[in-house]
């Protein structure tokens, strides 16, 4: 549990951590006028529903 607890910690971090330096490298626009940065949230977001996924697989693997 300890290490799902883990992973989780460090995919938020990462998420974050991509979200502020995309942000940062950008000029200061709303999201709707920018189909590039939307595109891009729209990827982060895929890649957090598939990292929760695995997470729940190993948590399940680890009960057994």
Do not use: C, D
């Not at 549990?1 to 490298?25: D, H, K, N, P, Q």
């Not at 940065?37 to 895929?46: A, F, K, N, P, S």
């Not at 695995?54 to 680890?62: A, K, M, N, P, T």
């Amino acid at each position: 549990e300890f290490l799902g607890w883990l992973v989780l910690i460090a995919v938020i971090a990462g998420v974050v951590f991509l979200i502020t330096r995309y942000s940062s490298s950008q000029h200061p626009t709303s999201s709707s006028s920018n189909p590039k940065m939307e595109e891009t949230m729209e990827r982060l977001l895929e890649e957090i529903r598939l990292l929760r996924k695995e997470i729940r697989e190993l948590r399940e693997e680890f009960k057994e």
